[in-house]
């Protein structure tokens, strides 16, 4: 037995040394188009014989290296050669490494990541973007809240809108926990994209388990507040039924096939389809019901403002990664988040429309009784059908 554990450890030193035989640092570069760099390719291991080892580039016309092959030479305790790097176009691209030496072993899973941009501090620009419409959103449930609060009353606020948010940031939320927290599904990732990046980054995350609790808050102001004759629609509840069902049934065979049937990753990809598919209608049962009122009071402007805001930096964002890495298929090749963020846009610019055009200081025409509550709590007048 002892004999048999020692044969084990020394098979897992060995499988753990040949996954290490080479670094190369940095591993991860960005270059200003026109610029050059130098990195490092190091043995871990001391050679016996010099080994070559043979740099290629997936993408040659937008970044090479000058070596047809390094040589790694004997007898060192941690043998090294220098790579230079020239870039032609923005863009990125993936040097992988070959060697004939069998002391190195499989160099497969040693690469290079370089980054060819424009201009490197537009980098800087894109990041501060993507914080300001971080901010936005998270920032935007909050002037419906305080209206609720401030009116004591949620007539004027679309219930099937707040449905269709709760079960939209719920799909949304258990994609992006699935893919930043679960190592199965990051593994199931990294199988399709070896060397690909996490799609779903912390602050996705944070926004999206921020948005359901607010969501959910406003949820519940509906069911303490005065809300007349309001409920959700007939069509929502089935349209969200018919949702649930679906994520309910892909779930259970997810789990009782063990990921053979589908695999874990699919169906958080089926629950992101679930957010895309209610964003496209979200919109829809509030701006009607404006029209139909011929008023947008109870409907904050204050919210569309800011997801106005938030929906153009994201899309100013994806302009800015486009020119500086040469990238516009990740706009136009790719529509649906693009498409999602136009459409957003198209349906924050009618509220606005509504709000300050059409209905200007408009009371509701359809007969309820609406109590406007100052900040102090105190009713200022009912209203009824004119």
Known sequence: MIFQLLVLLQLCLVTFQNDVNVTVNPSDVTLQLGDSDVVNITSVIVLKHPADVYPTSNLPWVANVTEYVVILDANKSHSSATLHINTYHAG???IDFNTTSKELGDVSEVF???????????????????????VAWSTSFYPQVVLNFRRKCVIGLNFDFLAYNLTGFLAYGMYNIGMYWIPEVWDEYKEGHPRGVNPVQINDVVFTLHAIFITA????QAFIYESGTQKVSKICIAILCGSWTFAIITLIIAAASHGDIISWLNYLLYLSYIKLGVT?????????????RKSTEGWSIGNILLDMTGGTLSLVQMFLISYNYNDWKSIFGDPTKFGLGVFSICFDILFIVQHYILYRGNRPINGEKNKLINNKGFALALFEED
């Open 92 to 94: 990125e691209c993936i």
């Open 112 to 134: 290079l990541k370089l980054e060819v941009v424009h201009v490197v501090w537009l980098n800087i620009v894109i990041d501060v973007v993507g914080w300001l419409y971080f």
């Open 217 to 220: 808050f406003t949820i519940m």
């Open 280 to 292: 496209l209608i979200k919109y829809i049962p509030q701006a009607y019901m404006n029209y139909q």
